[in-house]
């Protein structure tokens, strides 16, 4: 019964955790297995308390559950996402469009990579996570003012990376 | 205005100003380029980020809820494994410092090594009475087992330890000063954040600045997650 309500509670948070995941792991695999991690971790959590408000919980989980990797592997996050992205690169069978588009995608994931990974962390968890700048501080230990910070900067960078990499192709 | 235009400028693209807030950076973009610019920048990484969002893959789900389902058919596996840890703890401290004690890292911080040989030895650095309550672990079901005020090496401490159903113990080691990093520490957030140091299977977290609070255990887990009941993550 638990464990059911477990279920039927967190998988409605998946895309939010699997969006987490993915920004912090180099490739799809690695962020599925990183999800799968996370729910273990959650359902043990959950059979001794239940969380308050889920997706900030499962979302801290899952910060944990990619660092406990990123030990285990002894590379931080940066040096993993600075590696192989080779499976977002268009695939055969895309129209010229949508390649193009995923071409487009590859550049801002490469961006972000790059970026320092308290920014990375900060804007996952708001526009990929949809998380407000208070709750992200809360889950990262920091002040709001800090986030919105971070966010900014990081926003800013993007945008003169972005603009790098067009300028390089013209 | 222009002091905080960047966490006015985030917190206006996050969407979290206050209507009156809003309505008076509105107002001013049209009077400041500077904060136009911020915003425009902003707004441009902003949109890039979007475009990355993406729905989890069907497979996924059905791999969690097949994954979910099987553990709950075997709801004892992972607690045999605890049982069979905890065990194995009691059988070495049992056998006392023979195997336990391991080596100090050549410059592991001696408050560090003896807060670990502390949490090996399953004792308490000193039996003074300490004057403030133990932490609360009882989201975790850890029961307070005993606590005492005293020194790690040059460090007046006072520690708590806890144990659960399982046999899984932690120490929590509470300073009125820094707990002194050791080199090999894994910083979370920065020199701000948290950090986590490991020896011979014993992990050691303390808290965000002023990393005035140490948790040690051996279960990994365990000891991240008394750091976010505790909220010093």
């Not at chain 2, 966490?7 to 009156?20: F, N, W």
């Not at chain 2, 789900?61 to 194995?88: C, G, K, V």
């Not at chain 2, 808290?207 to 887990?221: F, Y």
């Amino acid at each position: 019964m638990g464990d059911d309500e477990f279920l039927q509670e967190a998988l409605t948070h998946v895309d939010m955790v699997y969006n987490l995941a993915r920004r912090m792991t180099s490739s799809r695999e690695d962020a599925e297995d990183l999800v799968q991690e996370t729910y273990a971790r959650a359902l043990k959590a959950w059979r001794r308390e239940r969380p308050r408000h889920m997706p900030p919980w499962l979302a801290t989980i899952c910060l944990n559950a990619a660092r406990s990797l990123h030990r285990r592997r002894k590379n931080r996050p940066a040096e993993v996402l600075h590696g192989g992205l080779l499976d977002d690169l268009p695939a055969a069978g895309d129209t010229s469009e949508q390649a193009l588009a995923e071409l487009e995608r590859d550049a801002v994931r490469r961006a972000l990579a790059r970026l320092p990974v308290e920014q990375r962390e900060a804007i996952s968890l708001m526009d990929l996570c949809g998380f407000t700048a208070a709750q992200v501080g809360k889950m990262l230990g920091v002040s709001r003012n800090t986030i919105l910070s971070r966010v900014h900067r990081g926003h800013k960078r993007l945008a003169v990376l972005l603009e790098e990499v067009v300028g390089g192709e013209a | 205005m222009r002091h905080d235009a960047e966490r006015r400028t985030a917190a206006y693209l996050a969407g979290e100003l206050s209507p009156d807030e809003w309505q008076r950076f509105e107002d001013h973009l049209l009077e400041c380029d500077d904060c136009w610019a911020e915003v425009d920048a902003g707004r441009r990484g902003l949109r890039a980020v979007e475009t990355l969002r993406e729905l989890a893959p069907p497979h996924l789900r059905s791999a969690i809820r097949q994954e979910i389902t099987s553990a709950s058919s075997e709801p004892r596996r992972r607690d045999r494994r605890w049982l069979a840890a905890a065990a194995a703890t009691v059988v070495v401290v049992a056998g006392t410092a023979v195997a336990v004690v391991a080596a100090r890292g050549p410059s592991e911080p001696a408050a560090i090594t003896a807060a670990i040989a502390g949490y090996t030895d399953d004792r308490l650095p000193g039996s003074d009475m300490p004057k403030i309550p133990a932490p609360d672990l009882s989201s975790l079901r850890m029961t307070e087992m005993g606590a005492g005020a005293g020194r790690l090496g040059d460090m007046p401490v006072t520690a708590y330890a806890y144990r659960d159903h399982a046999g899984r113990r932690l120490i929590v080691y509470v300073g009125t000063t820094t707990f002194p990093m050791p080199p090999s520490a894994h910083l979370f957030d920065g020199r701000e954040g948290p950090w986590m140091a490991q020896r011979d299977g014993v992990t050691a977290l303390a808290a965000r600045a002023p990393h005035q609070l140490l948790i040690v255990g051996e279960d990994d887990d365990l000891v991240h997650d008394a750091a976010i009941a505790l909220d010093v993550m």
